[in-house]
């Protein structure tokens, strides 16, 4: 095992490390007394954990979330990373104490009527546990009723009592309050944080290099060829240096103006932009594990907002058909909230092209269609899987995907691809249906 590892997750500080060994407790909290081969129970846990999107500090929480999810779907082998033999570490497996006589009678008793409510009331004693600061056991459950759950202090007789018991409730108070707040005000600070990085990073883009053949003398060679007037000349070059600018590149072929954001993440892709809205990222592709973004910025440390990702089938440097593209659709409008705008035919006529650069070649694409759908049931075999066209050499199955865009699309662009065209699909998630899903497709000009 490596010096900062868990399992098979490695932490790149130890500072990473601490925190994966936190949320290591945390886990071994909320694994206590929870049979997680019953899918049920799992499924119970994997809820409560959405809706705490903060309680874990590092990748091994987010590897544990999978692992639940997984194990919640039913799935005997979980394909998360997460290191199940560190579940019990130290402890065992959860063993279930026999007990005898009435002792046996009056605990089945409880366990049938009172089975769920003891367990929320365990689980609001490791709430209140986090919010005091306990540096022991360290848990914390949101959206959930405290007043029928918190314990009722006895009444004692005299004024000692009512003195002890007076400071404690405001103390009680005042820190639930201080975390209502946090919870309400730390997603507008991640988000600002996030955005903020984003910044920085456009900023990092370079100013093009002047090409190595500059518009004066690509007019005299077109002069000095004889096919064409000096009028045509600068026409035509100028026509070439707007829609195929040249550019410096690398000894590895990255375009010089990506180059120092390639130097800080090699597992950057491209950048994406459409201008007049937020949407101005860096994408990314990680073969390894394609999600690995989904929660983590291009410094590669944990960010709200993710980043926009590419699917591990997809190539750039050896370009595939169809270049898809994920990102999220966050409530604070970044990411590619934007692109659910493209239900209306307005938005479109003022935004009707992405650019879409990658590390090697610069890009534009025009929309095809924009359109709804949701992901369908794996059952259901006759559905089209529009996330399963990425490379094809058939021009059937190239006309197929396009035709049915066409058919799903809010309105008619007028814009169509022929076999042989790059494409671009972006997706993000639509809230309004069920596993739903919002597109975008578009051709390269």
């Given at each position: 095992?490596?010096?900062?590892?868990?399992?098979?997750?490695?932490?790149?500080?130890?500072?990473?490390?601490?925190?994966?060994?936190?949320?290591?407790?945390?886990?071994?909290?909320?694994?206590?007394?929870?049979?997680?081969?019953?899918?049920?129970?799992?499924?119970?846990?994997?809820?409560?954990?959405?809706?705490?999107?903060?309680?874990?500090?590092?990748?091994?929480?987010?590897?544990?979330?999978?692992?639940?999810?997984?194990?919640?779907?039913?799935?005997?082998?979980?394909?998360?990373?997460?290191?199940?033999?560190?579940?019990?570490?130290?402890?065992?497996?959860?063993?279930?104490?026999?007990?005898?006589?009435?002792?046996?009678?009056?605990?089945?008793?409880?366990?049938?009527?009172?089975?769920?409510?003891?367990?929320?009331?365990?689980?609001?004693?490791?709430?209140?546990?986090?919010?005091?600061?306990?540096?022991?056991?360290?848990?914390?459950?949101?959206?959930?009723?405290l007043s029928d759950v918190l314990p009722v202090p006895k009444k004692k007789k005299g004024r000692r009592?009512?003195?002890?018991?007076?400071?404690?409730?405001?103390?009680?108070?005042?820190?639930?309050?201080?975390?209502?707040?946090?919870?309400?005000?730390?997603?507008?600070?991640?988000?600002?944080?996030?955005?903020?990085?984003?910044?920085?990073?456009?900023?990092?883009?370079?100013?093009?290099?002047?090409?190595?053949?500059?518009?004066?003398?690509?007019?005299?060679?077109?002069?000095?060829?004889?096919?064409?007037?000096?009028?045509?000349?600068?026409?035509?070059?100028?026509?070439?240096?707007?829609?195929?600018?040249?550019?410096?590149?690398?000894?590895?072929?990255?375009?010089?103006?990506?180059?120092?954001?390639?130097?800080?993440?090699?597992?950057?892709?491209?950048?994406?932009?459409?201008?007049g809205t937020v949407i101005n990222y860096p994408v990314m592709l990680t073969p390894q594990d394609e999600?690995?973004?989904?929660?983590?910025?291009?410094?590669?440390?944990?960010?709200?907002?993710?980043?926009?990702?590419?699917?591990?089938?997809?190539?750039?440097?050896?370009?595939?058909?169809?270049?898809?593209?994920?990102?999220?659709?966050?409530?604070?409008?970044?990411?590619?909230?934007?692109?659910?705008?493209?239900?209306?035919?307005?938005?479109?006529?003022?935004?009707?092209?992405?650019?879409?650069?990658?590390?090697?070649?610069?890009?534009?694409?025009?929309?095809?269609?924009?359109?709804?759908?949701?992901?369908?049931?794996?059952?259901?075999?006759?559905?089209?899987?529009?996330?399963?066209?990425?490379?094809?050499?058939?021009?059937?199955?190239?006309?197929?995907?396009?035709?049915?865009?066409?058919?799903?699309?809010?309105?008619?662009?007028?814009?169509?691809?022929?076999?042989?065209?790059?494409?671009?699909?972006?997706?993000?998630?639509?809230?309004?249906?069920?596993?739903?899903?919002?597109?975008?497709?578009?051709?390269?000009k």
């Open positions: 095992m490596g010096k900062w590892q868990i399992g098979e997750i490695e932490f790149s500080t130890k500072e990473d490390y601490k925190a994966g060994c936190r949320d290591l407790k945390r886990i071994q909290t909320l694994a206590a007394g929870v049979d997680l081969d019953e899918s049920r129970e799992a499924d119970e846990l994997y809820q409560m954990l959405r809706k705490q999107p903060f309680l874990f500090e590092s990748e091994l929480g987010v590897a544990f979330r999978g692992y639940l999810n997984d194990k919640a779907d039913g799935i005997k082998h979980p394909r998360s990373s997460f290191p199940e033999e560190c579940l019990y570490a130290g402890k065992g497996a959860p063993k279930k104490k026999k007990l005898a006589g009435k002792k046996k009678a009056s605990a089945d008793r409880k366990s049938a009527n009172g089975g769920k409510n003891v367990m929320r009331s365990e689980r609001m004693k490791l709430r209140e546990r986090d919010i005091m600061g306990s540096e022991k056991e360290a848990e914390a459950f949101e959206d959930e009723d009592g009512r003195r002890v018991l007076k400071p404690l409730c405001i103390t009680a108070g005042v820190l639930l309050v201080l975390f209502a707040l946090y919870r309400i005000f730390s997603y507008d600070i991640l988000s600002y944080i996030s955005e903020r990085k984003m910044e920085e990073l456009a900023s990092c883009i370079l100013t093009p290099i002047e090409p190595e053949v500059s518009e004066a003398h690509r007019i005299a060679d077109l002069i000095a060829s004889g096919l064409y007037t000096e009028e045509e000349a600068v026409a035509i070059a100028k026509e070439e240096q707007k829609t195929h600018p040249q550019e410096s590149v690398d000894e590895n072929g990255i375009l010089h103006r990506y180059s120092v954001l390639y130097g800080r993440n090699d597992e950057m892709a491209g950048w994406i932009q459409l201008v999600e690995y973004y989904l929660k983590k910025g291009f410094d590669k440390k944990y960010d709200i907002n993710g980043i926009p990702f590419m699917d591990i089938r997809c190539s750039v440097k050896e370009p595939t058909t169809n270049f898809l593209i994920y990102g999220h659709n966050m409530k604070n409008g970044s990411m590619f909230s934007a692109l659910l705008e493209y239900e209306q035919e307005a938005f479109y006529k003022e935004h009707p092209v992405i650019r879409f650069d990658t590390v090697y070649e610069r890009g534009e694409y025009e929309i095809v269609g924009a359109f709804r759908t949701q992901v369908p049931y794996e059952t259901d075999e006759e559905a089209y899987r529009y996330y399963s066209f990425i490379d094809t050499a058939s021009e059937q199955e190239y006309d197929a995907y396009i035709r049915y865009v066409k058919e799903q699309s809010f309105y008619e662009t007028g814009i169509t691809a022929e076999y042989g065209t790059q494409l671009l699909t972006l997706s993000t998630c639509d809230r309004s249906v069920e596993a739903g899903r919002f597109v975008v497709v578009a051709r390269k």
